[in-house]
């Protein structure tokens, strides 16, 4: 009697939740992955690192502002020690046995590698670390996948301008190119710059990441136009003087959350919305004419005029740049985890202060508590937005295989991490929506591995398949419910909403 009221109090609980996510594909009890699928998961050299300052390494934009202003950080923390994977990266990777994984994505610190910024020096413990933990991979047959800028540049460079220094596009060549001749016999897949719009917005049009420039309308564009032309430098050096003999692929990881029209009469809002907030970044290198999106081009320019600037705030590519940015990717690398709703009205003159990027697309964007499960703010769970934006990736820009480069949850911390868990298996079941529908997804990096150093929020909001906890110095590393739930998905290489979890303790499954 019992039993079958659980059951029936268990179906209703699943349809009413399929019900306010609208997740199109619980209709399948157990899906699988296509043939070939990669998972794997990915960390960041400052979020987990630690040893900020061992055996040679300079600092970096985040050394410096969490040691000059401690309390820009939700919990006066910083990264100091963080993960201690610099020493614990053995650890690290026994765990990806445990969960069964076939690739790891991380990152370099480029001042580990170069202390002065530059390639007249190299570290070669920095570079001793990087070969340990590529090493270590291979040895078990996991595939390293390595991000060249995640967030990390080395302070000296900042105080020459940082991503406002048309310089750094030979600066990150030259470190690009270092890289590929330290680690490219071994490593295959590059990812040369991590999200940047937060690098360029949050970082120079505003305060929510370093270097905190907060030069509205102005620094983000100057950052947009060095930080593509960058990319595309890395990606020219590794084809004219790597691929023929290493043979891998170089991407970039663009951060994309879907926006949605709130109502029918707001879909040009949302579309312009989607246009700025990441297309941005992907018309230069995926679309066919290259170039920023029309629609940026014409309201940046508007709306500079209007204000009495002598030319667009937006740095304009010529046509040589243009060229030389576009088709420079061989992968669409897509961080995604949530939803926003956007309208426009009046309301929105003088919502925002002008000049800046926000005031210059004219939109408001809000979420709402209807989505939330569990107790963050972080990640508000609309699977189906993932859906939406891996369909209009595909229409847009002629079905690209695209990895997914990161995708996760935030809790505050716990084992028992049902939020976790469903918002896992509702982002897959909507991403396999849109494989169904031809889109050419072949991967999917969980975000993170562990607990890490979330930038502004510290050590609060918690991201890790394993929880770490920081009050022990030796960083212990606990798998939690997720982590035996994707270690089921990767070994059976299917998605079973009704597996249960059994084992309290990880094992290694022999391959
Ligand atoms: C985006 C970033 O790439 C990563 O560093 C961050 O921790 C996660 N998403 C979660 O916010």
Redesign the pocket.
């Known amino acids: 009697m019992m039993l079958r009221f659980l059951t029936l109090f268990a179906l209703i609980f699943c349809i009413s939740v399929t019900e306010s996510h609208k997740i199109k594909s619980a209709r399948h009890d157990v899906r699988n992955f296509p043939e070939g699928f990669l998972f794997g998961t990915?960390?960041?050299s400052y979020?987990v690192e630690g040893a900020w300052d061992v055996d040679g390494k300079a600092p970096n934009i985040w050394d410096h502002m969490t040691h000059n202003d401690p309390c820009l950080i939700k919990d006066c923390s910083n990264g100091d020690i963080a993960d201690n994977s610099y020493y614990l990266y053995k650890r690290d990777v026994e765990m990806m046995r445990e969960l069964g994984i076939k690739f790891y994505r991380f990152s370099l610190s480029w001042p580990r590698i170069l202390p002065t910024s530059f390639p007249d020096e190299i570290n070669e413990a920095g570079v001793q670390y990087y070969n340990n933990l590529i090493d270590e991979l291979l040895k078990y047959n996991i595939e390293p996948m390595i991000t060249l800028y995640?967030?990390d540049l080395p302070q000296k460079l900042q105080e020459l301008g940082g991503w406002t220094n048309p310089f750094i596009v030979d600066w990150f060549g030259d470190y690009a190119r270092i890289a590929y001749r330290l680690f490219g016999d071994r490593v295959k897949y590059w990812m040369t710059i991590?999200?940047p719009y937060?690098v360029c917005y949050q970082g120079y049009g505003d305060v929510t990441k370093a270097p905190r420039l907060n030069m509205k309308g102005i620094a983000e564009y100057m950052c947009g136009k060095n930080l593509l032309m960058a990319h595309a430098r890395a990606y020219h050096i590794y084809d004219d003087e790597f691929r023929s003999s290493q043979n891998g692929v170089v991407f970039i990881?663009y951060?994309a959350q879907w926006y949605e029209p709130e109502s029918e009469n707001e879909i040009q809002a949302a579309e312009e919305c989607n246009q700025f907030m990441w297309a941005f970044y992907v018309h230069p290198i995926f679309s066919e004419t290259g170039d920023y999106p029309p629609i940026v081009k014409e309201r940046v320019a508007a709306k500079s005029a209007e204000q009495g600037f002598a030319r667009s705030r937006l740095i304009e590519f010529t046509p040589e740049e243009v060229d030389y940015v576009r088709d420079t990717a061989d992968i669409f690398g897509l961080?995604h985890?949530s939803t926003n709703f956007v309208y426009r009205n009046d309301s929105v003159n003088g919502y925002y202060e002008s000049p800046s990027f926000y005031d210059d697309m004219g939109v408001i964007m809000y979420q709402t508590d209807e989505y939330k499960i569990g107790e963050s703010d972080?990640?508000k769970s609309i699977p189906w937005g993932f859906y939406k934006l891996l369909t209009k990736i595909r229409e847009d820009y002629n079905n690209p295989t695209v990895f997914i480069?990161?995708n996760?949850f935030?809790t505050h911390g716990g084992l028992n991490d049902d939020d976790r868990v469903q918002n896992m298996r509702t982002y897959l079941s909507a991403m396999l929506d849109a494989i169904e529908e031809g889109s050419d997804v072949r991967a999917y990096a969980f975000?993170?591995l562990m607990d890490?150093?979330?930038?502004m929020?510290g050590y609060i909001?918690r991201?890790g398949l394993y929880e770490v906890d920081y009050e022990d110095p030796e960083r212990t590393r606990t798998p939690r419910k997720s982590a035996f739930v994707y270690k089921e998905i990767v070994k059976t290489h299917s998605l079973d909403f009704h597996y249960e979890p059994t084992d309290t303790v990880m094992t290694i499954d022999e391959l």
């Open positions: 990915a960390t960041a979020q995640h967030w991590n999200e937060q990881a951060s961080n985890y972080f990640t480069c990161e996760g935030a975000w993170s890490n150093f979330e930038w929020q909001e991201f």
